[in-house]
């Protein structure tokens, strides 16, 4: 049975190209696993964008079986194994990677023929991940009025033109035109109402005014295991490796917990907080370009994400260190109190106790 449409994206171009997004039939239904999540773990100064994973080797991964989105049926699944997908926030910014065995493929120029991916996230309480934030509107009525509360936040990357190691996304000759533009490595930042209302952030349905206040929150890198220069790629040196290699993609990606929008574009991360998210992966299996519906995706509905407190390393270590500080200190004060006291006493004493002055008369001066 045909699942209707659940996160599909496309290429968009910094032009923002539109396509027109095919029509399934068929009741939506989803056995979804409630019991999987992905932690973002609270790590300063620990992650280094460049799409390298040896920074991330000590961080605990979810792993996902990857099945098609119109199908998820666990025979069709991605043949090369399972979607590893890490987070770590800094209390200022969160960073995600996604990790994916796959033989190396790469064509410049033509992102049907690269893999590609896709983070998507709940904004409005009524989005669901179904539909791609559900709206019933058609592209003719969908609007920030009709759609309330159906918004979801939208990372597409499509690495046909990005060098591998280098950060692209966000930046500021893409931002000042008030969108989630990027000309260079179409690392774009979208928001949708349902999948024939998507838009880059500050774009909207016709007759929507730009708002110049809209931006590409986000940032990214790509690479891929069997490359032999760890220092970087330059574009000439496209393709950058041999098809058909084995090995592993990574594609790492960071942006502000919170960012400056007002337009309801932008999914808002909150320290202990839980937000909902899902990732979507394409790739040219047998040389053959993929298509906007076909690709993969990590489960048929909303991943919870929890966005951790500093605090929640190890309590048990935490209060045993805390215990035994306090123990030191509490010592040590009370020692320093006592002498303290004992220096008081006899300052006082010195100072106001009564001098016995014997008389002497001044004639036997």
Same mark, same amino acid.
């Given at each position: ?34 019991? &999987? ?5 609270? /790590? +300063? ?33 991605? /043949?090369?194994?399972? %979607?590893?997908? =890490? ?25 049907? =023929?690269?893999?590609?991916? @896709? ?7 009524? @989005?669901?991940? !179904?539909? %791609? ?11 920030? /009025? ?8 939208? %990372? !597409?990357?499509? &690495? ?8 692209? *996304? ?16 179409? #690392? ?16 909207? +349905? ?32 496209? +393709? ?19 960012? %400056?929008? $007002? ?8 320290? *202990? *907080? ?20 076909? $690709? ?8 919870? &994400? ?6 929640? #390393?190890? @309590? ?6 805390? *215990? ?40 036997? #001066?």
């Amino acid at each position: 049975m045909l699942l209707r449409h659940v996160f599909v994206l496309f290429l968009l171009a910094f032009a923002g190209h539109r396509v027109n997004s095919h029509e399934e039939s068929g009741q939506w239904s989803c056995d979804s696993d409630s019991e &999987i999540r992905v932690e973002s773990v609270f /790590k +300063p100064a620990f992650i280094t964008l460049d799409g390298h994973a040896d920074d991330w080797k000590d961080i605990d991964g979810s792993y996902f079986p990857l099945l098609p989105a119109l199908d998820p049926d666990a025979e069709n699944q991605f /043949k090369f194994g399972k %979607m590893s997908v =890490k987070s770590v926030h800094d209390g200022r910014d969160i960073f995600f990677l996604l990790q994916v065995d796959g033989d190396y493929a790469y064509s410049k120029g033509e992102s049907t =023929k690269c893999p590609s991916v @896709a983070l998507m996230f709940q904004i409005g309480d009524g @989005a669901t991940y !179904h539909d %791609m934030g559900g709206c019933g509107e058609h592209p003719s009525s969908c609007t920030n /009025k009709t759609c309330k509360g159906h918004e979801v936040d939208i %990372m !597409h990357f499509s &690495i046909g033109t990005a060098i591998p190691g280098r950060i692209y *996304g966000g930046n500021p000759l893409n931002n000042r035109f008030g969108n989630g533009g990027d000309r260079f490595g179409h #690392l774009v930042d979208l928001y949708a109402w349902n999948p024939h209302c998507r838009y880059l952030d500050g774009n909207g +349905p016709s007759g929507y005014a730009n708002d110049s206040s809209a931006q590409n929150d986000w940032k990214g890198a790509w690479w891929h295991s069997s490359f032999t220069v760890h220092s970087g790629f330059v574009e000439d040196e496209s +393709p950058y490796g041999d098809n058909g290699k084995k090995g592993t993609y990574y594609f790492e990606f960071s942006r502000p917990l919170r960012t %400056m929008d $007002h337009l309801q574009q932008d999914v808002q991360f909150t320290i *202990g *907080g839980s937000s909902k998210m899902s990732v979507a992966f394409w790739y040219p299996l047998d040389g053959q370009p993929w298509h906007g519906s076909g $690709h993969y995706s990590v489960n048929c509905d909303w991943v919870p &994400i929890d966005i951790s407190l500093s605090s929640s #390393l190890s @309590a048990k270590s935490v209060d045993a260190a805390s *215990g035994s500080s306090w123990n030191v200190a509490s010592a040590f004060s009370v020692i320093l109190s006592v002498a303290a006291l004992c220096v008081s006493v006899f300052v006082s004493y010195r100072v106001f106790y009564p001098k016995n002055v014997s008389f002497t008369p001044i004639e036997n #001066l």
